[in-house]
């Protein structure tokens, strides 16, 4: 027997050739991919029926699993499952995230998954598990889907190729604007609030007369969103309609609330409506917070006494304060007022990114009922060609019944036979020989003719609806009315849950009146930690305080919640902070610096009380100073006003408090050499250098204080009367003298 021969190997593949290609090439082309998917397949929703691809899966995959709005309900899971499965290859719980928003009736205005289960409450409260919430489709989500099967729109491949999926379903609704939508891509971001749509039939009814019409007009029709948890909208008119006009700007929305009378002149606030997307839980949570720190202390209490409806109750601590003064404050601090965005970016019919116009938007919705109108009239022209054809087919049988039962029993092939002697196409005799015996009974005959009438007439009135565009109009104008009858302004599903009122005027509140007046001693450490004791504390009760080892006490001084603390920086500036910001002082405080913007490199060189009507003589180290107004330095923002404008290098080393009467200035430097000057010679400025104080041959400026001449100098306990003085008095940016003998050696007052 011959030895066998084992086959020979195959060659090894050729090695795939390493190209070289720049990182930054690279890395751009991987970006933009990436960017195009997130802006495209993700987060931008599509302006003809408003959904981003994983809600357009999930309402396609309900309905090919037959979760009508009038059918039996399927677990939540059942459906993720089939739509990860079959047409998103994604997370499931990011699938189930988004199934859960389209049912909860508090986030959606008008829900498109009926469910039922646990989904979530406005409180904030996630949703059960899938396997324990089951959905079907609603009816505005059938709307949405109509037509799907007539060749309304086009389908593609899934992600495998192995299912096809619709690229944008028919939408007989107008979604994008009725239920809004919200999305972050990659440089853009879109977000629509959610619209009442009877107005928005309005609109369209309005457009389809007028297609140039103003946003002015539009704006009539639609005067603002409709949010699903209600509230009051008190954007003005004028913002409005700007941002309808460019498709960027926000409204300003407000809870809703009525003022409940109660006994020996008191009452209680009740807020029946929140802002859209405001957890209600998390509401009631920080205006708690805001009461525990003292931040309302005219509201006593807050409670929620919600049950299926919103109630929150507040209390105030008195009913000597305005309920709309409480209000105010509450809308500034809490978010009892929002405002929410409009970025009306969307991916326009030709899958192009861009912000659209309240008309565009609407005109776009418009172009794609036109569009899915042709299609679906020919899908049915066509059918209904085929249907005739099948009917003629019948009725040639019918009057030569006879001979066509003869050539079915004689013939082993009757179909060429009946096609040849009848004329008949290979439709009608497939027909035909699939015909039931019982149709052929005459009265089988009568109901065929009047089919083939009644769709003879229904082919005539297609193609004349396809021949005429005014025609289409007009069809797609009644189909408008006819949602608008369904979610019209009488009815309860179309009735307006976010009231429009006109901006309300800016009221004058008194911050000072939201905040618990109490006495406190401020205190602040040489490295800057600062800190408010409760009462006005004694000298011997403050030199018990405990600081961070290597730190101790700078500055201390009495004051009340509601006062502002002014901060003078050796930068030259002003800070003012409110002391009811201020740390307890149960531990070593805060550093100041996290509170304004001082630098590291500065240091503070004086704390003082805001009491209005002052004035101060600041001066820098190099010798220049002036008076300056206490009105003019407080600063609005941490960064601080600049008054006192510095030499580089140089630094501020004095802020004092000019008496009243003061008319004499002294001024010490640090070579102890003491001027004394009428203080009519220092200006009195706003913001400047200033005017040298005293001229410097060694060292600079250690301090200046202006004073009562009459009542003599006070130095560091020690009193120097005017005749001690009188040597020493000269005039301004002298040197001066070494001071009187027996007087401090320190170069500071």
Known sequence: MA???????????????????????????????????????????????????????????????????NGAFKKSARVVGDTMGKLHPHG??????????????????????????????????????????????????????????????????????????????????????????????????????????????????????????????????????????????????????????TGRGSF?????????????????????????????????EK???????????????????????????LEPRTGNVPAELLMEQLFKLTDLEIRFPLNLNVLDADQVPRVMDLRQALQAWLDHRQVVLQRRSRFRLAEIDRRLEILNGYLVVYLNIDEVIAIIRSEDEPKPVMMKRFDLSDLQAESVLNMRLRALRRLEEIEIRKEHKALTQERKELRALLADEKKQWQSIAADIQELRKEYGARTDKGRRRTGIVDAPPPVDMPMDAFIEKEAVTVICSEKGWIRAAKGHLEPAAIAELKYKEGDREKFWLHAHSTDKLLVFGTNGRFYTVGIDRLPGARGHGEPIRLMIDLGNEQDIVELLVFKGSRKFLVAGHGGRGFIVPEDEVVAQTRGGKQVLNLAEGEEAVTCRVVPEGADHIAAIGENRKLLIFPIGEVPEMARGRGVILQKHKDGGLGDAKAFVLAEGLQWQNRLKGRDELKDWIGERAQAGRLPPTGSPRATRF
Request: charged share 25%; glycine share 6%.
């Open 3 to 69: 030895k066998q021969t084992s086959a020979a190997a195959p060659p090894p593949p050729p090695p795939v050739p390493i190209r070289a290609v720049p990182l930054g090439s690279a890395l751009s082309d991987r970006y933009l991919s990436y960017a195009l998917s997130t802006i495209m397949a993700r987060s931008l929703p599509d302006v003809r029926d408003g959904l981003k691809p994983v809600h357009r899966r999930l309402l396609y995959t309900m309905q090919e699993l037959r979760l009508d709005p």
């Open 92 to 245: 499931d719980q990011s699938i189930y995230d988004a199934l859960v928003r389209l049912a909860q009736d508090f986030a959606t205005r008008y829900p498109l998954v009926d469910g039922q289960g646990n989904f979530g409450n406005i409180d904030g409260d996630n949703a059960a598990a899938m396997r324990y919430t089951e959905a079907r489709l609603t009816d505005v989500a059938q709307a949405l889907l109509a037509g799907i099967n007539e060749d309304a729109v086009d389908f593609r491949p899934n992600f495998d190729g192995a299912e096809r999926e619709p690229v944008v379903l028919p939408a007989a609704f107008p979604n994008l604007l009725a239920n809004g939508a919200a999305g972050i891509a990659v440089g853009m971001a879109t977000s629509i609030p959610p619209h009442n749509v009877g107005e928005l039939c309005d609109a369209l009814l309005h457009l389809i007369k007028a297609p140039n019409a103003r946003i002015e007009t539009l704006v009539e029709h639609v005067p603002g969103p409709d949010f699903p948890t209600g509230g009051v909208l008190v954007e003005p008119r004028e913002s409005v309609i700007e941002a309808y006009r």
């Open 252 to 284: 300003r929305v407000r809870a809703k609330w009525v003022k409940e009378t109660l006994p020996r002149g008191q009452y209680r606030i009740v807020v029946t409506e929140v802002p859209y997307q405001v957890p209600k839980a998390k509401l009631v």
């Open 287 to 313: 205006i708690a917070e805001l009461i525990n720190a003292k931040k309302l202390p005219m509201l006593e209490d807050v409670r929620d006494e919600s049950a299926d409806d919103v109630r929150l109750v």
